[in-house]
């Protein structure tokens, strides 16, 4: 079942400059801040899409409180997130492309227009991750802080991820929809790390372009550890304790994020 809101980005001849995918299954618990921190944002030159795999909680109930807001809503079986990405991505019209979890939310009400405006300044960037940042839910502490810097070539050879060079934060990465199509989208295969797989992809002929501006906050909750069991079987990597080539990628962005501060003004 599909139901689409009536406004310009439905016209074939016109497309937004964003587009913003939620996949949700049973994600009541966080799912209405996600989607009031989407529809609040100031900047409204966006569509937004949900996708849900016949939630069995009262998902579909929040969905629908917000239909009004949301520009279409898949209601149909997927054989995962990513199969359900896919198929929201597929009925993207918007030039960037980004997803957030029914877990996360957006760092403000003014990410869209920050980013827009950059984009518009920097039209040759394809692919960005911006700060990263944080809620720790258990203790209610959130932290942001400066975008780390992930050279290709580490991404290519499967190093981004926790016992490597570190994860790249999903939840404040966009990439335009012409990379993403040319990358043949996500593997629906994978049930935990798609987004791993589809970085690969992308930075076989594209650079990650580190930006000073919030975009999506991870929320960090108890029982993600066995997800991330799940993760690292998927991607074929022994989880570690402890990983060195993380402390260097913090002060290799910290140096990264200074200079580049100096030469811009």
Known sequence: MIISKKNPYNQSNYSPFFSIVTP????????????KSVIGQTLTDFEYIIVDNLSNDNSRKIIERYSSK????????????YDALNKGFSNCKGKYLYWINSDDYLFNKDV?????????????????????????????????????????????????????WGFIQQESTMFSKKIFIKSEGFDKNKKMAGDYFLWKKLSEKNDLIPVNLPIGVHRKW?????????YYKEINK???????????????????FFINKIFSK
């Open 222 to 230: 108890d029982g993600q550890m066995t997800d991330l069991n799940h």
């Open 112 to 164: 869209l227009m920050n980013l827009k405006n950059y984009l518009i300044k920097n039209p040759q960037i394809e692919w960005l991750n911006g700060k990263t940042s944080f809620k720790y839910e258990k203790y209610n502490f959130s932290l942001s802080f400066f975008p780390y810097v992930y050279p290709a070539n580490f991404i290519k050879r499967g190093f981004a991820h926790l016992c490597g």
């Open 70 to 81: 949301v520009d279409k809503i898949i209601f149909e079986k997927d054989e995962g997130m």
């Open 24 to 35: 949700v299954y049973n994600g009541e618990k966080y799912l209405e801040q996600t989607i």
């Open 238 to 256: 022994q989880k570690c304790i402890f990983s060195f080539l993380k402390i260097i990628r913090f002060f290799y962005s910290l140096v990264f």
